[in-house]
């Protein structure tokens, strides 16, 4: 809840800027001028870097016993208050093996933020120069010893925004739907659940939970990264878009700035394509292959579908999710996350999802968790209206909308009409599809024999993660209409 109102700040103030939201309250305290913060790379090209923040400064890291006295400049900066909501509907017809679902309904969440005046507080970047001009970093210090080379970059914090006031953040969500048959899940709405049963196959229930938020809690920050060579010498990176790194033993003889591990994944990559690469990311190092989630037991497909669906619904346990599943893939704890600051219902879901994700693996990383963990990645990189579209979208639309991009991606020219999948075919279902892709910047256009897309340049990355997005849940719920 805090981490989407301070992302919801971000993107208001700055969509394309420097700033970085933060995440957890409990990282406020280490985010101070001159902080040291970790910044970790993605596998994924699509994917924005991670942050996390530590509990040394720059002074810490740097051999000699005086301690760096950074200037620091104070202003106000502006008072926030905001509210987003919206309101969602949807049916979900299901039956597979011995399971059958019905579920029809329709709620609405809102996200209050008030966190009132706000100061600024800036480095004074010139200063910490002139006082750091002779001094080199400890290379034996245990936060560089433990830092992976190849993956991540040390930086300072450079401006903080704080609140100066106790301020708060609120989440309101309220749902009706009817079920018959097995549910497998009706807390979704978070904590504080309130429950009242009309008859045997009704149920309302709200939530509203209010986060108060102490007087001088950081919501955003931005860094400079620090060029670190293997003797100890070091350069911060001044000009908007420059990427540090660290030098390794491997690259003796290199100038220093190629010897430099860069992490950023928009920094020297090719354009993201419209259409979705066979087989390879862009990156060239890990394959973007879903087709292992379509051979999983119907069962263990039927479950896992309902679950992303609803996890598509709650931004922060997709989050939460997705590094969870980094994680298992690359066979690491995950200390980004604390499971216990996740409601009792999103921990119920991140667990149905693991267990789903993990279950028959022996030895290795499956090919299943793989895809489940490209699928999330793509997932959560969407915007909310697409999120929402998608969590909303049942199994026969998602087959339809997977037949019609695959054919779309495939031809350079218009298609004709006739092609469209039959579901497609109806109107309402036609303005589903548009809507869906719309929300990514991709406009369908038809007349009365041709059928043809338009993408805007804006678009970015987000048609490839749709079309992974779309592909992975076809695969998970293809057949699931069957009788």
């Not at 749902?175 to 149920?203: A, H, I, P, R, Y």
């Not at 100890?232 to 790194?245: A, D, E, V």
């Not at 220093?256 to 950023?264: K, Q």
């Not at 548009?434 to 991709?442: A, F, G, I, R, Y």
């Given at each position: 809840?805090?981490?989407?109102?301070?992302?919801?700040?971000?993107?208001?103030?700055?969509?394309?800027?420097?700033?970085?939201?933060?995440?957890?309250?409990?990282?406020?305290?280490?985010?101070?001028?001159?902080?040291?913060?970790?910044?970790?790379?993605?596998?994924?090209?699509?994917?924005?870097?991670?942050?996390?923040?530590?509990?040394?400064?720059?002074?810490?890291?740097?051999?000699?016993?005086?301690?760096?006295?950074?200037?620091?400049?104070?202003?106000?900066f502006l008072s926030y208050e905001?509210?987003?909501?919206?309101?969602?509907?949807?049916?979900?017809?299901?039956?597979?093996?011995?399971?059958?679902?019905?579920?029809?309904?329709?709620?609405?969440?809102?996200?209050?933020?008030?966190?009132?005046?706000?100061?600024?507080?800036?480095?004074?970047?010139?200063?910490?120069?002139?006082?750091?001009?002779?001094?080199?970093?400890?290379?034996?210090?245990?936060?560089?010893?433990?830092?992976?080379?190849?993956?991540?970059?040390?930086?300072?914090?450079?401006?903080?925004?704080?609140?100066?006031?106790?301020?708060?953040?609120?989440?309101?969500?309220?749902?009706?739907?009817?079920?018959?048959?097995?549910?497998?899940?009706?807390?979704?709405?978070?904590?504080?659940?309130?429950?009242?049963?009309?008859?045997?196959?009704?149920?309302?229930?709200?939530?509203?939970?209010?986060?108060?938020?102490?007087?001088?809690?950081?919501?955003?920050?931005?860094?400079?990264?620090?060029?670190?060579?293997?003797?100890?010498?070091?350069?911060?990176?001044?000009?908007?878009?420059?990427?540090?790194?660290?030098?390794?033993?491997?690259?003796?003889?290199?100038?220093?700035?190629?010897?430099?591990?860069?992490?950023?994944?928009?920094?020297?990559?090719?354009?993201?394509?419209?259409?979705?690469?066979?087989?390879?990311?862009?990156?060239?190092?890990?394959?973007?292959?879903?087709?292992?989630?379509?051979?999983?037991p119907q069962s263990t497909r039927?479950?896992?579908?309902?679950?992303?669906?609803?996890?598509?619904?709650?931004?922060?346990?997709?989050?939460?999710?997705?590094?969870?599943?980094?994680?298992?893939?690359?066979?690491?704890?995950?200390?980004?996350?604390?499971?216990?600051?996740?409601?009792?219902?999103?921990?119920?879901?991140?667990?149905?999802?693991?267990?789903?994700?993990?279950?028959?693996?022996?030895?290795?990383?499956?090919?299943?968790?793989?895809?489940?963990?490209?699928?999330?990645?793509?997932?959560?990189?969407?915007?909310?209206?697409?999120?929402?579209?998608?969590?909303?979208?049942?199994?026969?639309?998602?087959?339809?909308?997977?037949?019609?991009?695959?054919?779309?991606?495939?031809?350079?020219?218009?298609?004709?009409?006739?092609?469209?999948?039959?579901?497609?075919?109806?109107?309402?279902?036609?303005?589903?599809?548009?809507?869906?892709?719309?929300?990514?910047?991709?406009?369908?256009?038809?007349?009365?024999?041709?059928?043809?897309?338009?993408?805007?340049?804006?678009?970015?990355?987000?048609?490839?993660?749709?079309?992974?997005?779309?592909?992975?849940?076809?695969?998970?719920?293809?057949?699931?209409?069957?009788?």
């Open positions: 809840m805090f981490s989407k109102a301070t992302a919801n700040f971000v993107r208001e103030m700055e969509s394309e800027g420097s700033l970085i939201h933060v995440s957890r309250v409990n990282d406020s305290h280490k985010l101070v001028p001159m902080g040291l913060v970790i910044k970790r790379n993605r596998i994924w090209f699509w994917q924005r870097a991670k942050y996390q923040p530590t509990d040394f400064t720059l002074s810490d890291l740097l051999q000699g016993d005086k301690l760096l006295s950074p200037g620091v400049s104070e202003k106000e905001a509210t987003y909501g919206d309101k969602l509907s949807g049916k979900l017809n299901t039956e597979a093996a011995s399971v059958s679902v019905k579920l029809e309904g329709q709620g609405s969440s809102k996200l209050q933020s008030c966190f009132g005046k706000l100061m600024k507080e800036e480095l004074d970047v010139k200063k910490l120069l002139r006082d750091s001009s002779d001094r080199q970093v400890d290379m034996q210090h245990m936060l560089v010893q433990q830092l992976e080379k190849r993956a991540e970059v040390l930086a300072v914090v450079k401006e903080r925004i704080l609140t100066t006031d106790s301020s708060s953040v609120t989440q309101t969500k309220k749902e009706q739907c009817t079920f018959q048959g097995v549910l497998g899940l009706v807390g979704m709405l978070g904590s504080s659940l309130q429950v009242c049963v009309k008859d045997s196959n009704k149920m309302e229930a709200d939530s509203d939970v209010s986060l108060e938020i102490p007087s001088g809690t950081v919501i955003a920050y931005s860094v400079l990264e620090l060029e670190i060579k293997k003797d100890g010498r070091y350069g911060i990176c001044l000009r908007p878009g420059t990427i540090g790194g660290i030098e390794e033993d491997s690259t003796v003889g290199r100038p220093f700035d190629d010897s430099l591990h860069t992490v950023d994944g928009k920094c020297n990559r090719q354009t993201a394509p419209e259409t979705l690469p066979s087989g390879a990311s862009q990156n060239g190092s890990h394959d973007m292959d879903l087709s292992p989630l379509a051979e999983l039927l479950a896992l579908f309902k679950r992303l669906q609803e996890t598509l619904r709650d931004r922060g346990a997709l989050s939460y999710l997705q590094c969870l599943l980094e994680d298992l893939c690359s066979g690491e704890s995950c200390n980004m996350v604390n499971f216990e600051e996740l409601s009792e219902s999103q921990r119920k879901t991140l667990s149905a999802v693991l267990d789903s994700c993990t279950e028959d693996s022996k030895g290795g990383v499956p090919a299943h968790l793989k895809a489940a963990h490209l699928l999330v990645s793509a997932m959560e990189e969407l915007p909310d209206e697409t999120q929402s579209l998608l969590g909303e979208s049942s199994p026969d639309f998602l087959e339809a909308l997977d037949t019609l991009v695959c054919r779309l991606k495939d031809s350079s020219e218009p298609l004709s009409t006739q092609c469209l999948p039959i579901l497609l075919q109806d109107n309402q279902a036609f303005q589903q599809a548009e809507q869906l892709l719309s929300s990514t910047k991709v406009t369908l256009r038809r007349d009365k024999d041709r059928l043809w897309k338009e993408t805007e340049n804006q678009a970015g990355d987000l048609p490839v993660v749709l079309c992974l997005s779309i592909q992975g849940l076809s695969f998970l719920s293809k057949g699931l209409m069957e009788q």
